[in-house]
């Protein structure tokens, strides 16, 4: 069982920066695939960006490359999304989540994954 809390969510002027972080439980946290997702008002949940479990790979949803980093600790069993020049459309509320695959899966969908933390809210205003 993989236990997810995301963290750094908050409000913040179109043109900032945040950086989102997910604490995860489990020893083999360094070979599961992380993702995020986000989810607007009113909206479906959506694909934001992964990175599989040997680190070779990074992918993202064409909205948020350049702006949008991920990367992960696997000493801290930490996954980080650092967000920069930030605009009223990423306003969402974003979850972690977990697959216990290393790589090779479709990594936009979010049926792929197993687990999912509860999320942090992200506003941006204009």
């Known amino acids: 069982q993989v236990q997810l809390v995301e963290s750094g969510g908050g409000l913040v002027q179109a043109g900032g920066s945040l950086r989102l972080s997910c604490a995860a439980s489990?020893?083999?946290?360094?070979?599961?695939?992380m993702g995020w997702f986000r989810q607007a008002p009113g909206k479906e949940r959506t694909f934001v960006g992964a990175?599989?479990?040997?680190?070779?790979?990074?992918y993202y949803t064409d909205s948020v490359k350049g702006r949008f980093t991920i990367s992960r600790d696997d000493a801290k069993n930490t996954l980080n999304l650092q967000m920069n020049n930030l605009e009223p459309g990423d306003t969402a509320l974003y979850y972690c989540?977990?697959?216990?695959?290393?790589?090779?899966?479709?990594?936009?969908?979010?049926?792929?994954?197993?687990?999912w933390g509860r999320g942090t809210q992200v506003t941006v205003s204009s």
């Open positions: 989540a977990a697959s216990p695959a290393i790589s090779g899966i479709n990594y936009r969908l979010g049926s792929n994954y197993n687990y």
């Open positions: 990175i599989n479990g040997i680190r070779t790979s990074t």
């Open positions: 489990g020893r083999t946290f360094s070979r599961y695939t």
